[in-house]
């Protein structure tokens, strides 16, 4: 079995900053989040069409802001002109889209951990990979608790590995697929992050028994953290962080 890594990273995280709470992957969701009383959050990290690392999770803008098209289109001088707040509510008006730099900068002055998720638009993979983890490594550097980076693609979180070795990795997945010890092994992570609808508590004891960290999104239900957290889980990513406790 593989020596199981340390997990500095909170119980409970707000899922795209400030989870439902505030709009999403936004520098007011990270000051909401700390309203709540949560200490960490996950938010996702894409390349602007200038090559900027931006918040972003979709690969288009129409739903979280007032531009539409393609992010990896959008100039940072174009990007700069949106709101990315009003569509959550009004009272978040003029809320603009944060540059990763920024966010970092935000989640060390309010004491955040955070688990970054790499969220390439297609075709941008390495590059959003290798330049979020260089801004990663950088941004944290001398802090007590390291980002978590991850991602859905694998070839992101490859060249996040190969460009910052030293920052720690989970593989992202729905559910566990049959060969995961060898991506896992290939990748170098510590855990793996997994969808709590399709989870079970098999899954979780072999995890663990093998030496590996789980994460679990998005648990909205605090009986269903509750029960994750039972069952070995090491953090779960919520849209409710005001009421998914540890
Ligand atoms: O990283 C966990 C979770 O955020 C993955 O799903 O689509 O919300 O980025 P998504
Ligand atoms: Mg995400």
């Known amino acids: 079995m593989r020596r199981q890594a340390d997990w500095p990273w909170p119980r409970v995280m707000a899922h795209r900053c400030g989870g439902a709470l505030a709009p999403e992957n936004t520098l007011p969701g990270l000051q909401v989040c700390v309203m709540t009383g949560c200490r960490g959050v996950e938010f996702d990290v894409m390349l602007s069409g200038s090559g900027t690392p931006i918040l972003m999770h979709d690969e288009t803008l129409e739903r979280t802001t007032t531009g539409s098209g393609p992010v990896s289109l959008a100039s940072d001088a174009q990007l700069a002109l949106l709101d990315a707040g009003v569509r959550h509510h009004r009272a978040f008006a003029g809320t603009a889209i944060p540059a990763f730099a920024a966010t ?58 190969i460009t910052a070795p030293r920052l720690p990795r989970g ?51 605090p009986l269903r953290a509750r029960q994750l957290l039972d069952w070995g889980v090491d953090t779960v990513v919520t849209d409710r962080p005001d009421s998914v406790r540890a």
């Open 104 to 161: 970092i900068e935000q989640c060390r002055l309010l004491d955040l951990a955070a688990n970054v998720e790499i969220k390439p638009a297609a075709g941008y993979e390495r590059e959003t990979g290798a330049a979020a983890a260089q801004m990663a490594e950088l941004g944290w550097s001398g802090a007590a608790v390291l980002p978590l980076l991850s991602s859905f693609s694998e070839v992101a979180l490859e060249a996040a590995r």
């Open 171 to 221: 593989l992202l997945v729905d559910q566990l697929p049959a060969d995961w010890r060898a991506r896992c092994e290939r990748l170098d992570v510590i855990a793996v992050h997994l969808n709590q609808r399709l989870l079970d508590q098999a899954t979780v004891a072999t995890l663990r028994g093998e030496g590996y960290r789980v994460l679990s999104y998005t648990v909205n239900d």
